[in-house]
């Protein structure tokens, strides 16, 4: 700030004896105080003096020896009016310089609010450019997915086109196997109706034939019956002229016989025979209107014979026509089978840009995250949560906030920022939901490692170990189904598991054989020593001694966790019943082979279910159980040495402390490199545990806000 401008004073010459504002000693008060005693003195006829005006009066006499005695009444006079104006511009100087210190005194307010706005306007300034930033990222983000989505469309759409050209093809076929059917029915009803035809025809033929002979001998039968007849008479009649001599009177009574009996007959003849022989005529009348009617029969079926015949000709002509159609579609199934196998290396590039872009998006998000999850109260807790405040998902900046309130009232609540927070109604399928890109990573050969935080009896075992929805049961669920998915493009898959605990520092193998158990070898168990060898070149980790399951469906998993659950150390504490002293890692190795393009693909996915953290004068332990809660601490503390070291600026060259514990020591390569570590931090709802609540997520929010370092994998 530039300099006030001085008060002006009035000229005066080298000997003045007006005294200067800043050398003077009186105050404004002071110089009206003598203003008016020397009022008062010249009413009485004397001027008043100090030892100042004294001086001051010396120095004018001496300066008033050189004008000469006659000045003197002169020079008093105007000393007076000097001093007047010196007092009254000693006032108005006063007054400035008061002016001047308010002056000053609004300048440093001023200027402290400009401070204070500056500083605001920089934090603002700040919080625009990463506000800026997101967008960007957001941008790019929406962006790739934009892409993606594109791309799925594209892939969709040829996949829709693909099936209508497949569905066209086997309509095709089917229409041709219809026609073949029909053509080879057609002929064998052509075949079967000809032979019935001509059967039938051979068969009337035969008929009228037989009908023909009957009638001819008909008029033969009569004559011979009547050239019996006569010979009978005239052998009876000879009979009887030799007996008419003999016997007149007997033959003329035989012969009047014979004579009624002739009569009989010519009577039977007439009344007998001749309906017969009408009926045969009627009948042979029919038969005859029959034959014609097989004619016309006959040549109604010749007429269709040659219909028939036609149509086959015509069809000989389609099956021409439906043989070149084959030709066409068997070319057509060939360049659809070239087309297809150039759609399978498509899709083969499209796996891998897949894993590329899933992996880069999993990068984007954090190579290490936390989730934290609220346990609802049980039954014998106190159910009230109002301590606890969980808030809605910020999705601009990517992350959930949780309040802590303490019961002292008046206190500010602590306040935590998370990946995801899960509260009391939300189930382990929800939690699943998001985690199961995470494990994707492992299938596309990343090692993945998945760790449950808290304190003892805040719910990570049935986070992790739950059978009906546990992380471990539906990861394998997930797991097995990703890879069925896979097997079209040529994928094909071998799953291991181990299952092992670490206990006071010790490794334990959790999937050991029950009946040397059940028989008393348990000691003999404890005795096999189980060590950690790292695979430097391959990156891989080996346990000594330990058993491993080849998993074939996802079913046979529910068997390992029951058998693991039994093994497991757990014990009774003051703060849970049943509380697990020790970690268990559960380890699948997913080793896939593309058969198709040689690539190969290894991942391992660590589930691990820490052991509960927990303060020694809450569980109130003591003895075998003091030491437990005394190498739990030690493994969670060296658990997060290691993850402050990897996020340290200088991880890339500093050295890392896996040895310190069994626990970071297994779980080096799926800490480290381009791995992905994802921490559940558990907490209880219950009042009482609002402590150990506030210890638990002071840890995870200092995991939270470390940023893994890329690091060259060495030995440490």
Not at 159 to 185: F, I, P, S, W
Request: charged content about 30%.
């Amino acid at each position: 700030m530039a300099e006030l401008p001085t008060t002006p004073t009035r000229t005066r010459n080298y000997y003045s004896s007006i005294p200067s504002p800043k050398a003077g000693s009186y105050s404004p008060v002071q110089y009206k105080r003598r203003d008016a005693n020397a009022k008062s003195s010249s009413s009485s006829g004397a001027i008043p003096y100090d030892r100042d005006e004294e001086n001051l009066g010396s120095n004018d006499c001496t300066a008033a020896k050189s004008f000469g005695s006659s000045c003197s009444t002169h020079l008093t006079s105007f000393y007076k009016e000097n001093i007047r104006e010196l007092n009254q511009l000693q006032d108005i100087l006063f007054q400035k310089k008061a002016m001047l210190d308010s002056l000053n005194d609004e300048l440093s307010e001023c200027r402290l609010k400009y401070n204070n706005a500056e500083s605001k306007w920089e934090t603002l300034r700040e919080e625009k450019a990463s506000k800026i930033r997101q967008l960007q990222l957001k941008s790019n983000e929406l962006i790739k997915l934009k892409q993606e989505q594109s791309i799925q469309r594209a892939f969709v759409t040829q996949g829709h086109e693909l099936n209508l050209q497949q569905l066209k093809a086997k309509n095709e076929a089917e229409v041709n196997k219809r026609a073949n059917e029909y053509r080879e029915t057609v002929e064998m009803l052509r075949y079967s109706k000809i032979r019935k035809f001509q059967q039938d025809r051979d068969a009337l033929l035969d008929r009228v034939e037989g009908i023909r002979n009957a009638i001819l001998t008909n008029n033969n039968t009569l004559q011979d019956m009547l050239k019996q007849k006569d010979m009978k008479h005239c052998i009876s009649k000879e009979k009887w002229l030799e007996q008419y001599q003999e016997k007149w009177k007997e033959n003329v009574k035989i012969n009047e016989a014979y004579s009624s009996k002739n009569d009989t007959l010519n009577v039977e003849i007439i009344e007998s025979l001749k309906p017969e022989v009408g009926k045969k005529r009627r009948k042979l009348e029919e038969l005859t209107i029959e034959q014609d009617n097989l004619s016309k029969s006959l040549e109604i079926n010749k007429m269709a014979n040659v219909r028939l015949n036609d149509e086959v000709v015509s069809k000989i002509d389609d099956i021409d026509k439906l043989q070149q159609e084959k030709e066409q579609l068997q070319e057509y199934i060939k360049n659809t089978e070239v087309e297809l196998q150039q759609i399978h290396e498509i899709l083969m590039k499209e796996e891998s840009m897949r894993r590329s872009l899933h992996n880069e998006l999993q990068e984007l998000r954090g190579n290490i995250r936390v989730f934290c999850r609220v346990r609802p109260a049980l039954s014998h807790e106190n159910s009230r949560s109002e301590n606890i405040c969980v808030r809605r998902f910020d999705d601009s900046a990517g992350t959930q906030t949780i309040d802590i309130q303490k019961e002292k009232r008046g206190s500010a609540p602590y306040t935590f920022k998370f990946d995801r927070i899960f509260d009391q109604s939300e189930t382990n399928n929800d939690v699943f939901e998001e985690i199961c890109q995470l494990i994707q990573s492992s299938l596309d050969g990343y090692n993945v490692c998945i760790f449950a935080y808290g304190q003892t009896g805040s719910g990570k075992t049935y986070t992790m170990l739950n059978p009906r929805d546990g992380i471990i049961p539906s990861t394998i669920a997930h797991i097995f189904n990703w890879i069925d998915a896979l097997k079209e493009r040529g994928w094909q898959y071998e799953i291991s598991c181990q299952f092992v605990e670490i206990y006071n520092d010790v490794i334990a193998d959790l999937l050991r054989n029950e009946n040397s158990v059940e028989n008393g070898q348990e000691d003999g168990h404890r005795n096999v020593r189980h060590e950690i060898r790292h695979d430097q070149e391959n990156k891989t980790t080996i346990i000594t001694n330990v058993t491993s399951c080849q998993l074939q469906k996802p079913e046979s998993v529910e068997g390992l966790l029951r058998k693991a659950n039994k093994l497991r150390s757990t014990a009774s504490t003051a703060a849970n019943d049943r509380s697990s002293r020790s970690h268990s890692i559960f380890i699948i190795h997913l080793n896939g082979v593309n058969k198709i393009s040689g690539e190969e693909s290894s991942g391992v996915l660590n589930l691990v279910d820490l052991a509960g953290s927990e303060r020694i004068n809450t569980s109130q332990v003591v003895g075998e159980r003091l030491r437990e809660t005394q190498n739990i601490n030690k493994s969670l503390s060296c658990l997060g040495d290691v993850i402050h070291a990897l996020g340290s600026p200088d991880a890339s060259k500093r050295h890392i402390p896996f040895r310190n514990s069994k626990l970071t020591y297994l779980l080096k390569f799926s800490l480290m490199g381009n791995s992905k570590t994802l921490m559940f931090v558990n907490i209880s709802a219950c009042s009482e545990n609002i402590n150990e609540n506030i210890n638990s997520l002071r840890f995870a929010s200092k995991v939270n806000s470390t940023r893994l370092v890329t690091r060259k994998i060495d030995d440490q």
